[in-house]
């Protein structure tokens, strides 16, 4: 293994790109540390969804130092329920965008894996898509409005539509436990004729995802959700505009998830998700003549929470391989224009690495790109083997295999396999971090200290170098920087905050590899 790093050391810059491919798929047994336990990965990657869960917990809770929270959620403001759902990360705020993706990406990752999971492992993965579900169906469950946000301001349109729960600045100057929260747990809605594209749109394509996902074992909520999600898409389209414009939404969101690349992207993503969830040739319709308007050639190798152009090519891709339909080819050109570009050796190659091989974009919370992009890799292979086809890169072509064994790479460096020897999964493996940036982890439990701990109280275990006292298992934090330099560094919130769409793609990724380890 050291040499391995010593002599990318010694390389230049430009070339260790190239040279970290070479070895990984010429020399793969030196560069890995040994085989990775993707089972459990796959066990622990679930069960870290307990540990943000926000509502009434169920009395098969696996995550025990986890307590009832945000019990109070939508009251004060529109005298309705809207608890349940997903902190989004180590903070106590619930973001409908970013929940929305988390779930649209877990239902992806049953849709494309699960029949590779265990059957107790399916069905912990459905149990965390529902608990997600659930609480967008209450968002939505106005006509004419969404909630996006637990946090402040009145509503008076003709309906609303919820993105935040609670006031995101309020909880990021507090270090308190969910149980203990006493910020305002503002919600902010978004009425009509006010836009919300973005979100509306994520939250029609988690909705559709799901109802995929739960068809074959509960085709009732199957069908919920497709009928919501018909209904909310309608409000994304007719609706057209960014949720952030919103001046009672806009403080709430921004600078945490604002819409920075646009609302386009997620009208194509949540039209292709309804198209494959129901069919209905009006969704094909409406991807087939939008693409160009709604700027599908755009931003093409991007994929995450806020950009869903790469995802939203692959997916449709599929219809394209699969059903020969040269009115969506545009969408597969695209596809394999984003593969290529993760190929080092490719004329077309611009991701970077980092010298141990992580695939790596500035910004912080670099494992999000990794993750969702070892996803996109491994579901293209797929649709490229059954259809035995490969992507023409220029100068060379690119199989299955190899989209396969980048997607492993990625996966094999987040589990250990990186110049730290650290697994960045909690949990996993026999070293990994220990002060991750997350309120419940690294405050004592109610079990342990049953005593109230307030706002700034909690600033005493913030500051302390003691590992976290409740181990978040399964949560991947943001991960090392483009040296793959990690410090355990609770305060360095890029590096040492997990988020939930970090882990969601994560899901399906393991899920292959589990059942495909070699």
Sequence with gaps: MKFHYVLLSLLHHHHRQQFFLFVSLVFSPLVRCGHHDYSDALSKSILFFEGQRSGVLPRDQRMKWREDSGLSDGRSMYNMDLTGGYFDAGDNVKFGFPMAFTTTMLAWSVIEFGELMPPSELRNALVAIRWGTDYLLKTVSQPNRIFVQCSASSSNGNGPFISVVGDPYKDHNCWERPEDMDTARTVYAVDAPNPASEVAAETAAALAASSMAFRSVDPGYAQTLLRNSVRVFQYADNFRGAYSDNSNVRDGACPFYCDFSGYQDELLWGAAWLRR???????????????????????????????????????????????????????????????????????????????????????????????????????????????????????LIASPLSLRTIAKNQADYILGDNPK????????????????????????????????????????????????PNVLVGAIVGGPGEDDVYDDDRADFRKSEPTTYINAPFVGVLAYFAANPN
Aim: with cysteine.
């Design 277 to 395: 969830a129901s069919q209905d040739n009006s969704y094909l319709n409406y991807i087939e003549i939008n693409g160009k308007t709604l700027g599908a050639d755009d931003n093409i190798n991007e994929f995450g929470w806020d950009n869903k152009h790469a995802g939203l090519n692959v997916l449709v891709s599929k219809e394209a391989l699969e059903g020969n339909m040269y009115s969506l080819q545009s969408y597969k050109v695209s596809a394999d224009s984003f593969m290529c570009t993760l190929i080092p050796d490719s004329s077309s190659s611009h991701i970077d690495y980092t010298p141990g091989g992580l695939i790596y974009k500035p910004g912080g919370s670099n494992l999000q790109h990794a993750t969702t992009i070892s996803f996109l890799l491994l579901v293209y292979a797929n649709y490229l083997d059954r259809t035995s086809q490969t992507v023409n890169c220029g100068n």
């Design 421 to 468: 020897g650290l697994s960045y999964m909690v949990g996993y493996g026999n070293r990994f971090p220990q002060r991750i940036h997350h309120r419940g982890s690294s405050l004592p439990s109610v079990k342990d200290h049953p005593q109230f701990i307030a706002c700034k109280e909690g600033s005493t275990y913030f500051n302390s170098t003691n590992p976290n």
